[in-house]
């Protein structure tokens, strides 16, 4: 009987781990777990990203520009993203890319309006991310290590991303 | 139903323009992987940086050079690694240096340009070192100075998580640096 608790046991988390690799979308990736860089950034109106704004939360940070055309086609999807999952708990990081204030406000009211954007005005905080090309996301857990890394744009609105980002809140 | 065979003429002219066309672009595709390489012209590169609100000297030293954009999908299921310094360049001279991140990190720095549009710039470069994952593309630019002769690049991709499997071999011939109209 121990024996068969075992094996059982033993199987219940080998199905675990299948069903949670299982879940993750496409594109989605779980590089090996490390702390999140410090983020100082600014928004368009010099407010900086404070910690109390994702602290003990999951967050979403997204490094993109106005020049890429994979983030041109993905941040309309992230907006409505944002739209639902703010309100359940999720912390998004907007972050542009070097680029200006005039840049970042067209782009943006024709792409995405409802987005704040943060400022890396010189490129470098991005940089400390060490991300694959831009775009780039990660997903940071409430206690600031990075989980998940996404592969280029991603339609972050449809049904798999969205219950993947519920399913990480839920986890909170 | 028979097919006719072409006039000598149209045959003649096929092979031009495929000869026309695998100059300045070349694609190479196997079961693992898809390799892309297209070299581009000083004017839309000029324009790109322009738009970008690269000051005139900067756009200057770029339009001097052979920019080659590549594209790399790994449409298999394991690592594909690209690693710049496994790639080689050359022409009828010989091997020609590609200028990579170094370099340029040393030429804007000599030149004073701003922090941002050195970052904008390094994010239109093909990264040096990367692992595809399986179903990962990624693309940039590869610059090489312009001499106006063809070249050859050959580069290898080793794969496997740990660079262990078989490399793959990927050779581009004939190559040649697209000019303004």
Redo the contacts between chains.
């Keep these: 009987m121990k024996r068969l608790n075992t094996i059982l046991f033993i199987f219940y988390l080998f199905s675990l781990v299948s069903v949670q690799a299982g879940e993750l979308p496409a594109g989605i990736i779980k590089p090996k777990p490390f702390p999140a860089p410090e983020l100082h950034v600014s928004d368009i109106d010099g407010i900086p990203l404070e910690k109390s704004e994702y602290q003990g939360k999951w967050l979403f940070i997204h490094f993109w520009a106005s020049w890429c055309g994979p983030c041109r086609r993905e941040v309309p999807a992230i907006e409505k993203m944002w739209s639902e999952m703010k309100k359940e708990g999720l912390a998004l990081a907007f972050i542009n890319t070097a680029e200006d204030e005039d840049t970042i406000f067209s782009f943006l009211s024709v792409y995405g309006p409802g987005l704040r954007a943060f400022m890396d005005k010189d490129g470098l905080a991005t940089e400390q991310w060490k991300p694959r090309g831009l775009p780039a996301t990660y997903l940071v857990d409430p206690d600031g290590i990075v989980r998940y890394q996404a592969l280029g744009g991603r339609d972050w609105h449809s049904p798999a991303y969205l219950k993947f980002l519920r399913n990480l809140v839920k986890s909170q | 139903m028979k097919l006719k065979p072409l006039p000598p003429f149209l045959l003649l002219a096929q092979l031009l323009f495929s000869q026309a066309i695998a100059d300045t672009r070349a694609t190479f595709e196997n079961e693992q992987i898809k390799v892309r390489v297209t070299t581009n012209a000083p004017q839309p590169i000029s324009a790109?940086y322009e738009?970008?609100?690269f000051q005139k000297n900067m756009i200057n030293v770029l339009k001097q050079q052979c920019f080659v954009s590549v594209f790399i999908r790994n449409k298999s299921d394991d690592f594909i690694w690209l690693d710049l310094s496994q790639w080689q360049f050359h022409h009828v001279d010989g091997k020609i240096k590609r200028l990579d991140r170094h370099y340029w990190k040393e030429r804007w720095k000599q030149m004073n340009i701003?922090?941002?549009?050195?970052?904008?710039f390094?994010?239109t470069l093909l990264?040096e070192e990367?692992d595809f994952?399986p179903?990962?593309?990624?693309?940039?630019n590869i610059i090489l100075p312009r001499s106006g002769k063809p070249f050859n690049i050959m580069a290898r991709f080793d794969t496997g998580k740990n660079r262990s499997g078989k490399p793959i071999l990927v050779r581009f011939e004939n190559i040649t640096c697209k000019v303004d109209k």
């Design positions: 790109f738009g970008r609100g701003p922090m941002a549009h050195q970052s904008t390094r994010w990264p990367l994952y179903k990962e593309k990624e693309g940039g």
